[in-house]
């Protein structure tokens, strides 16, 4: 790696960037240190000693084994404040009526839940109750009754995970989902029908020293900021950077690395060249871009013969499609299109990257399959400085589907069929269901029908994550019994049921847990986590405790098999049921790790398919009409985790909440100052008010934040394989009547 200066990178000659719009990084360690006043050691430890629970990219402390270099984000550093704060004054929960209307971030800030708390139809609060009532409770609520379980991905490691699912499908259901689902299962999808493992073909390594790296719908400023130092590093080693995005997002244009001298000083410019699309436009650009590689013959024609299947088909299908459809369906133009196709078929060596602006849309399994057929077309997987990267932005999300924490997956990713369950029932002793169950979209619809019970909620805020909040909320009012478990307070335990129990049960973090835990980071590295020293809070329970409890409480006659001693148990039957989590039982102090796979997966060009054949795809354009005037908005992050909001104005952009990101042609067209208030209406009766924000988006194209833009949201539109939601919908903005 070179070590002298680099001023063709630099994004500043000013020092710090200052009159720059951008984060402040420093002052974020400032506010770390005041929001973890009483537990300053136990918050060191935490960030020195523990795996952390933001991101996935993984660290353990504040290191990794990417580079030799000190790691520490904003995400960990706001986190800290929910990892150590003390339990809140439960008296408050006693009539819930001032609190109904509180932000999410004022519920957090009351403090961690410390006690099992019960709300009984028609009264006005919660009152304390012990662990053996509550359990009871629930399990007389659960028993021979339609219910279903969701995870968050919410710093859950893999224990909960595999514990949970294990004690859901013992109790007899089915449906037990996480938010994997509402990320990335389209990636879970495409990848595991095109190459055979569901998982990022490559290592954080790989993208050091690439030729080309391309973000495809990520942002990585935002949501992996540990990642910038990568970035960092790669350019200084000749990589190019490329992005396809309707927003030319100012973090990943230029961005200064806190941690490192050089890019702390003089920031660092990231990308390269940008590629400005239409919202939904992803695949049809990228189609595009195939079709110039198959025209300028860029491409890899030994690997495709030896290697794939269906390239003859994929060929044929962007041939078919004209450049004008192609033009208009993405927003780019052709000549836009060729510039890509000549970098990736004059590279050696790329790594391609994508997150939810390529999976959060009713056709997310195409925008993946559409990536994977650039890959194939050059041999960019199984291989140095190469591979397919769905980045994840939490640091659950890995492990969640692989331990089977799916309505529609078994542990190791396998699908529900008989012989699938069979196989487990063997291993586990008692009766698998062997169809899927409900998703978390379908737990939402059968609960508004009635055709649900009960549902058990680890973590997550249905009235943030999914579309149409007021939908969701009658849902969950109509359900017989609801659990949540968690560490703090959310706006959805508030809800009133119509008629049944609401139950909250305290959850342990990471941290807290006897024997410690693991996480699987997004170059699917599993990753051990000790046990921190530190106060605890209350009668916290840790969530695999809780779910096999219940499911002993349940079925008694399975008890025996549902429960465990502790995470090292649950540690060897994770390897027991999921092979290729080798090394996972054996993993006990700070630092072990195990990579499966090891560096790359497909090696050699040989797939995890019965062939040993990648697929090609033939992708469809999909059907996305514009009526005259209307606009296509996405909903984005701003200084959040999750739907967790740290600041109501993002540093990068100056956007609060309620900004409408507008394009200056379209805010000019509309005579729209910054400011402006606006009023955008969706299908039905729904609408947001905001006010206009100019940004360097693509032409008939918006953006709103991501909890708030919810309420724009079709709940019915969702893809066809993964049924994940479309965080999209199409729009007209108006003047608010006064």
Known sequence: MKKRLDPRNWASVKPFGVGERKPNNYLELVKAFQSVKGNRRYAWRILTQGTCDGCALGTRGMRDWTMDEIHLCNIRLRLLKLNTMPALDVSLLNDVSALSGRRSAELRDLGRLPYPMLRRTGEPGFRRIGWDEALTLAADGLRDTRFGAYL???????????????????????????????????????????????????????????????FIGANPANNQPVAMKYLYHAKRAGTEIAMVNAYREPGMERYWVPSNA????????????????????????????????VEHDWLDQAFIDEHTTGFEQARKAVEEMSWEELEAQSGASRKSMFDLARRLGQARSAVLVWSMGITQHAHGEDNVRAIVNLALAKGFVGRDHCGLMPIRGHSGVQGGAEMGAYATGLPGGLPVTPDNAAKFAGLWGFPVPDAPGLTATDMIDAAHAGELDALVSSGGNFLEVLPDPARCREALARLKLRVHIDIVLSSQMLVPADDGDVLLLPAQTRYEMVGG???????????FSPEIEGPRVGEAWPEWKIFTELAARVRPE???RVTYTGTPQIRADIE?????????????????????????????????????????????????????????VATRRGKQFNSMVHERRDGFNGATREAVLMSPYDADRLGLPDGAPIELRGPGDRTFRGVVLRAPLTPGNLQIHWPEGNVLLDEARRSPDARIPDYNAMVTVARPAP
């Not at 920031?267 to 939904?280: A, L, P």
């Not at 835990?517 to 990753?527: D, H, K």
């Not at 499966?596 to 009409?625: I, M, N, Q, W």
């Open 576 to 632: 027991r049921a999921v092979p290729f989590y080798a090394g996972i039982a054996g993993l006990s102090r700070f630092g072990d790790n195990v990579q499966y796979g090891g560096r790359h997966l497909c090696p050699d060009g040989k797939f995890a398919t019965p062939d040993e054949r990648a697929r090609f795809s033939a992708v469809p354009l999909p059907a996305l009409t514009r009526a005259d005037g209307s606009f296509m």
């Open 262 to 293: 050089e890019s702390a000083v003089f920031g660092t410019k990231i990308t390269d060249h940008f590629y400005g699309v239409h919202i939904g436009g992803d695949a049809a650009f990228l189609n595009g871009v195939l079709k110039h590689m």
């Open 558 to 560: 399975y008890a025996d």
């Open 152 to 214: 968050t991905s919410r710093g859950v490691p893999n224990e909960n995970y595999f514990a949970a699912q294990k004690a859901v499908r013992a109790m007899g259901s089915a449906s037990i989902d996480n938010a994997a689902r509402i990320c990335h299962s389209p990636s879970t999808v495409a990848l595991k029908e095109t190459i055979g493992a569901a998982a990022t073909t490559c290592s954080y390594t790989d993208w050091i020293g690439s030729d080309l790296i391309v």
């Open 517 to 527: 835990v693991t996480e699987t980071s997004t170059e699917r590295r599993i990753i």
